[in-house]
């Protein structure tokens, strides 16, 4: 049973399964990383579902649509250290391609929400 709105949101729950899947994929990497690009892949996958949940409990459409802005970029943070992290040699490329599709298809759908938001601020 959700107790608050956002859980009711697909998107939050796919966000949720992208750092599930983020803290599965960085318990491979080198001990070396672990303050490192474990630490910032960790963080920057927690921010996404984070910021979609602190945006649907804004009162303004204008500060919901802010902190959807906030989840996209931050998806775009671990795409970008995904692909970082693949030319390191720390995950394979069928790994990669996963995450890769599951960012693409999260994106899609934070975008969708942030225009149904920003839909209705128009006059």
């Not at 080198?30 to 649907?56: C, F, H, M, W």
Request: proline share 2%; hydrophobic share 35%; charged share 25%.
């Amino acid at each position: 049973m959700a107790a608050f709105s956002f859980e009711k949101l697909h998107v939050w729950k796919e966000a949720c399964e992208l750092s599930k899947r983020v803290y599965i994929l960085t318990d491979s990497f080198p001990t070396k990383e672990k303050y490192g690009l474990i630490s910032q892949l960790r963080r920057s996958s927690v921010s996404v579902s984070s910021n979609i949940a602190e945006g649907s409990a804004r009162r303004s459409k204008r500060d919901q649509a802010r902190f959807y802005e906030y989840a996209y970029s931050s998806l775009m943070e671990v795409y970008s250290q995904v692909k970082l992290s693949h030319e390191l040699g720390y995950m394979h490329s069928h790994s990669l391609h996963n995450m890769s599709a599951f960012c693409q298809k999260l994106a899609k759908h934070i975008n969708l929400l942030h225009d149904s938001t920003t839909r209705l601020n128009e006059p």
